[in-house]
C-alpha cells in the first residue's frame, strides 16, 4: 500500500512540473501586467525594456542602463509596496540574542589583517582539492580576512595543517537525525542536504541549517567587523579579493548585496535567449514556491523580466548580512511549522530567498541592492556554460571572456574597473570541461608547492 501512495504521489509530482514547465513557456512569450504595477517601453539603442514604476512613482527596475553602460544608475527593486512595519519587525527580529555555535570550534585561526570574513559548509569526508580552490585561492590573490567554515567532524590531518597554515577558522559539523517534526512520511529524496540535519540543530535541514551556522559564527567573530559573503563552497574560485571594488564597509551604501544569475537583459549572446533565464520564466522557481505561497501570492508573471539572484554568493556589512541571514532563518523555521509543502525538499533555499526578496521582506530596500551579471565581486558562470539546445551542452565556453594573461573577466565591467577581472567564480563545476584544463595551467593562483605540506604560512599565522 506504502508503495502504491507513493508511486502515485510520483506521478502527481511529474504532472505538475509539466503544467508548470508548460505555463512557464507561456509567460515567456506573453507579458502579463498586475494592475498594481504598471510598465513603459524605454528605447535603449538596438531594443526595448521594461521600466517598472509602483503606484507611488518609484522606477523598480532599470535594465536598459546596463546596456547603456551606467551600472551605478541600474536598480532591481522588489516589485511591490513595502509594508512600512516591516523595517521595524526586521530590526526587532535582529536584536534577538543570537545563540552561541552549536558545533565544536576545531580550530580558532589568528586574527588576519582584514576584518572582512568568508563563511560557508564544507563538511565533506575528504575535501583538500576543493580546499586548495577555495582557501587557496583566495589567499594567493591577496585575500586577508576571516575564513570561517564547517568541516566533517573527522577531517583529516593533511587538510587540518593545511587550513591552519592558511589562517582558518573551522568548526566541526556532525550530521544528525532530523526532527520527526520537520520529517514528512514517506519522504524521499537522494539529495543528502536536504535529507539530513547537523547536531544541535535538528530542527533545519542541512541546506537551511548551513545560514544559521553562519549567523552564529560570524557573531561569535568579534574581529569580524568588515564585508561578509556567506558562499557554496564546493564551486567556488577566486581571482581577487572580492572585496577589493566595494570600498570600506563603513562607507557603504548599501550593506546588503545580490549577485544575479545572467537574465535576458545581461546575455552577451541575446540572439540566443535560452543561454538566460528569468526568475518570473522559470518553472524551477514556480514549482518550488507556489505549493507553499500560493500562484496569487507569488505573481510569477509579474517578474517575468527580472533577474534571478544567487543564494550561494551574498555579501553583506556584519549589520547587512546579519538581517539576511535572520531573516532567512526565520522564515525557514515559519516554513517548516507550516507543513510538507513549505518544507525542504519542496521548497529549497534560493527560490525562497528569491520570493522574500522581490516582495521586499528583507527590509530597508534603500540599504540592499543586487548586482547585474557580469559586474561586481561575483561572475556566476553555471547558466552560461550549459546551452540547453544541444545534446551535451554542459562546458560551453562561447560565453566566457578572457584578458591578454587569460583570466576571465567580468563582460559588462570596464577595461578601467577593479572588478573587470571576476574577483569570483561561482558555478565553475559545470564549466569543467574546459575549467579543469584551465585551473591546470593556472595553478599559480592557488598553489605555491605541489604538495599541500609543503605549502608556505600565511604571514600572520605562528608557525
Same mark, same amino acid.
Given at each position: ?10 506521478? %502527481? ?8 514547465? %508548460? ?19 524605454? !528605447? ?12 507611488? +512613482? ?14 551605478? @544608475? ?12 516591516? &523595517? !521595524? ?19 580558532? !585561526? ?29 589567499? %594567493? ?22 587550513? &591552519? ?80 571594488? %566595494?570600498?570600506?564597509?563603513? &562607507? ?85 511549522? @507550516? ?42 558562470? +553555471? ?20 584578458? !591578454? ?59
Amino acid at each position: 500500500m506504502g508503495r502504491l501512495k507513493l508511486k502515485i504521489q510520483s506521478h %502527481l509530482f511529474i504532472i505538475v512540473a509539466l503544467f508548470i514547465s %508548460l505555463q512557464s513557456l507561456w509567460l515567456s512569450s506573453k507579458v502579463t501586467v498586475s494592475s498594481s504595477l504598471h510598465t513603459t517601453n524605454n !528605447a535603449v539603442g538596438v531594443g526595448q525594456s521594461l521600466h517598472a514604476i509602483l503606484p507611488d +512613482g518609484t522606477v523598480t527596475f532599470t535594465p536598459y542602463e546596463i546596456k547603456a553602460g551606467r551600472l551605478d @544608475k541600474y536598480v532591481n527593486l522588489p516589485n511591490t509596496m513595502i509594508d512600512p512595519h516591516v &523595517d !521595524a519587525d526586521i530590526h526587532n527580529l535582529m536584536m534577538q540574542t543570537v545563540p552561541l555555535p552549536a558545533e565544536v570550534l576545531l580550530h580558532q !585561526a589568528p586574527n588576519p589583517p582584514s576584518t572582512n570574513a568568508i563563511v560557508g559548509l564544507a563538511s565533506y569526508p575528504k575535501f583538500m582539492d576543493g580546499w586548495r580552490k577555495l582557501v587557496g585561492s583566495l589567499r %594567493l590573490n591577496g585575500y586577508e580576512g576571516h575564513i570561517i567554515v564547517g568541516v566533517n567532524k573527522n577531517i583529516p590531518q593533511e587538510e587540518q595543517e593545511y587550513l &591552519d597554515k592558511m589562517g582558518v577558522t573551522y568548526y566541526a559539523v556532525e550530521i544528525a537525525n532530523c526532527s520527526s517534526t520537520i520529517l514528512d512520511k514517506d519522504e524521499n529524496t537522494s539529495n543528502k542536504v536536504r535529507s539530513v540535519c547537523s547536531q544541535g540543530l535538528e530542527d533545519l535541514k542541512l541546506e537551511w541549517g548551513r545560514y544559521e551556522m553562519a549567523r552564529r559564527w560570524l557573531k561569535a567573530c568579534k574581529n569580524c567587523t568588515g564585508w561578509s559573503m556567506v558562499i557554496d563552497t564546493r564551486d567556488i574560485f577566486f581571482q581577487r579579493d572580492p572585496f577589493v571594488s %566595494l570600498g570600506k564597509a563603513e &562607507d557603504a551604501t548599501h550593506d546588503l548585496v545580490f549577485v544575479e544569475e545572467v537574465s535576458s537583459f545581461t546575455n552577451t549572446l541575446p540572439q540566443t535567449p535560452h543561454r538566460a533565464v528569468n526568475i518570473g520564466q522559470s518553472s524551477r522557481y514556480r514549482f518550488h514556491v507556489e505549493p507553499c505561497y500560493g500562484k496569487d501570492n507569488v505573481k510569477a508573471h509579474e517578474l517575468i523580466h527580472r533577474p534571478m539572484l544567487c543564494s550561494g554568493t551574498v555579501i553583506g556589512t556584519s549589520n547587512g548580512i546579519h538581517r539576511f541571514l535572520s531573516v532567512l532563518v526565520e522564515e525557514f523555521k515559519k516554513n517548516n511549522a @507550516k507543513g510538507p509543502l513549505c518544507r525542504s525538499p519542496v521548497t529549497t533555499d534560493q527560490w525562497t530567498m528569491n520570493y522574500l526578496y522581490y516582495k521586499g521582506r528583507f527590509g530597508f530596500v534603500k540599504q540592499t541592492k543586487t548586482l547585474p551579471f557580469g559586474t561586481g565581486p561575483v561572475l556566476t558562470v +553555471g547558466k552560461i556554460c550549459v546551452n540547453s539546445a544541444l545534446k551535451d551542452g554542459l562546458s560551453q565556453i562561447d560565453m566566457i571572456e578572457f584578458d !591578454a594573461n587569460d583570466l576571465i573577466v567580468n563582460p559588462h565591467e570596464p577595461e578601467s574597473s577593479m572588478a573587470r577581472i571576476a574577483p569570483a567564480l561561482h558555478q565553475w563545476d559545470r564549466c569543467r570541461g574546459w575549467m579543469r584544463p584551465w585551473l591546470q595551467k593556472h595553478k599559480d593562483l592557488f598553489m605555491v608547492n605541489e604538495k599541500p605540506g609543503d605549502e608556505p604560512y600565511m604571514s600572520w599565522v605562528k608557525t
